[in-house]
């Protein structure tokens, strides 16, 4: 029997490739499948996302528009950085539009827009206590941005979750 990547030798992502997949984190394509969908052969990519020891089905010809993409490169995640350490933008008072708008941000799976997500939510939450759906909105994006930037710069969630909130600190002392 033929394997599947032999067989299909110009996927986009390969078998073992960590990517990420919005709004849910870094997972890893543990596994390339053709599976029967309204009898239809469709392959999929099988991916084993490790923080919320999930396992999805996304079918490759609708990966990219799932948002499905590789991990960040190393400057990339620099990048995001950058943005945790700079001044914040004020956001609207209202939460119903800053949820939306933030939501929004997430959606789109970039690490840059990631990092502006948990900057204005943590600045927001030194100036007034975040509502419950924000307070989760903000800890999704945090988890989300240490794991991205974890892999991608090799190191320990916990060193990454250190540095993220150093530099957002160092910034809210400045604004005192």
Not at 11 to 36: F, R
Request: glycine fraction near 4%; proline fraction near 4%.
């Amino acid at each position: 029997m033929e394997t599947t990547a032999k067989k299909y030798p110009d996927l986009k992502y390969k078998l073992n490739q960590e990517i990420v997949y919005p709004l849910h984190g870094v997972g890893k394509i543990t596994c390339i499948e053709e599976k029967l969908f309204m009898e239809k052969e469709l392959l999929y990519y099988v991916i084993y996302i490790e923080v919320s020891d999930m396992t999805v089905m996304v079918p490759v010809d609708r990966a990219d528009e799932l948002g499905i993409r590789a991990i960040v490169g190393p400057g990339e995640s620099k990048k995001a950085l950058e943005i945790i350490s700079e001044k914040y933008e004020p956001v609207p008072s209202d939460w119903k539009i800053r949820y939306q708008m933030n939501l929004d941000h997430l959606k789109s799976g970039t690490v840059k827009d990631i990092a502006i997500v948990v900057r204005t939510l943590y600045h927001r939450s030194k100036i007034k206590e975040l509502p419950i759906l924000e307070r989760k909105l903000f800890d999704s994006a945090l988890r989300l941005l240490i794991d991205e930037i974890s892999f991608s710069l090799n190191k320990e969630k916990k060193e990454v979750e250190e540095l993220i909130f150093s530099k957002m600190e160092a910034v809210a002392s400045n604004l005192e």
